[in-house]
């Protein structure tokens, strides 16, 4: 599972380093976060909805970033308060679950993350931080929907996610059995392709390979969204304290 992301990369750069174009507004409503947990925003980059096509606001890129709320509403759903149940889909059944099955055909997204947190499994649950052993911002695979609320016809669209996860690969031996999908560069383009043969997608849904993320133990204080600071990602000791300055 993957319950906590981070993402303190600023939105700007985020665009630039998975040459995409901000939507209106997002570099202003985003801040700096490290301790992102189910129902709250998220960045998403998914494919440029005009195609670039057109000359409107951000007219010729082939991807937007812009603000999702992480966990799914399906665009049935009668209400939004399922979502804070599907902030995760599993690689296995994405493709076929009917919350998700509609978004993988033709709405994938990437949740753009600088880490995320994982407790151990076993008798004493201890938080880890991962990230990418090259320090770039992750690219999550995730999926998207768009969700109206019929009961009040003039409320705002309801744009929401999810992370895919799946088993486990070497890079979280002894931490925990699954992990998100972590997209490499060169997958992004057939990622977010809505047109892309859905078998060719399905074969993205794996583990990393070994190497490319690390992780060190954190404070366990991550576990309440409200401590939302540097402090969280900070690597403690062994023992759970903190980590000894170098000399």
Not at 43 to 63: E, S, T, V
Not at 134 to 163: K, N
Request: glycine share 8%; proline share 10%.
């Amino acid at each position: 599972m993957c319950g906590r992301i981070s993402l303190f990369t600023p939105p700007a750069r985020v665009a630039r380093l998975f040459e995409a174009t901000l939507a209106e507004g997002v570099a202003d409503q985003e801040r700096p976060r490290w301790n992102i947990g189910p129902t709250s925003p998220v960045l998403g980059i998914r494919a440029h909805p005009h195609d670039g096509h057109d000359d409107g606001p951000g007219a010729g890129a082939r991807r937007m970033v812009g603000v999702f709320r992480w966990g799914l509403v399906p665009s049935w759903a009668k209400d939004a308060s399922g979502a804070s149940r599907l902030f995760n889909a599993r690689a296995e059944t994405v493709a076929s679950k009917p919350s998700f099955r509609s978004a993988f055909e033709r709405r994938r997204l990437v949740v753009p993350a600088d880490g995320f947190f994982e407790w151990q499994q076993g008798p004493r649950r201890r938080p880890h931080y991962f990230h990418r052993a090259d320090g770039a911002p992750m690219a999550l695979a995730g999926v998207w929907e768009v969700w109206r609320d019929t009961r009040h016809p003039g409320a705002p669209l309801l744009r929401s996610c999810a992370v895919i996860t799946t088993r486990a690969g070497a890079d979280m031996a002894g931490i925990h059995d699954r992990m998100p999908v972590v997209l490499e560069p060169e997958a992004l383009d057939l990622w977010l392709d809505p047109d892309a043969d859905v078998n060719q997608v399905r074969a993205l849904l794996r583990a990393t390979a070994s190497g490319t993320l690390r992780h060190h133990l954190v404070d366990p204080r991550v576990g309440n969204v409200r401590n939302d600071d540097p402090s969280v990602v900070a690597e403690l000791a062994p023992s759970g304290g903190p980590q000894a300055p170098m000399p």
